[in-house]
Structure formats: C-alpha cells, structure tokens
C-alpha cells in the first residue's frame, strides 16, 4: 500500500505513524512545504504571550 500524508505537523505525522502501526509494510511518503518538520503547538500560546523564548527545542528541522 503506497500513503501520502500532507503536512508534517502533528497530526500527519501521527497519521503516518498510525498507518505505520498498521501495515508495517506500507510505503508512506509524508510531505511538507516548510522548513520545520514538526513543533509543539500545545506551547503557542505561551510563546505568543511571551512567557517562554521559540528556541531549537520547541521545533524539528
């Protein structure tokens, strides 16, 4: 089976994990227009408010 996930941020990497889980034999192709593969989202709101710096922890290049 050939999966296409759009989007590398947590709900498509958990989509592709899911399908992983799934069919370990599945050939999943996850695509993402950005430079950060991932980050915390659950975070934003703090980092909007200016309690907590963005630094190299809070994202995956």
Do not use: H, N
Request: glycine share 12%; net charge positive; with cysteine.
């Amino acid at each position: 089976m050939k999966i296409l996930v759009v989007g590398a941020v947590a709900a498509g990497l958990s989509a592709a994990s899911r399908a992983r889980r799934l069919d370990p034999s599945a050939e999943i192709t996850v695509l993402e227009r950005g430079s950060r593969i991932s980050y915390g989202a659950c975070g934003l709101p703090y980092f909007i408010e200016g309690q907590v710096p963005l630094g190299k922890r809070s994202t995956v290049y």
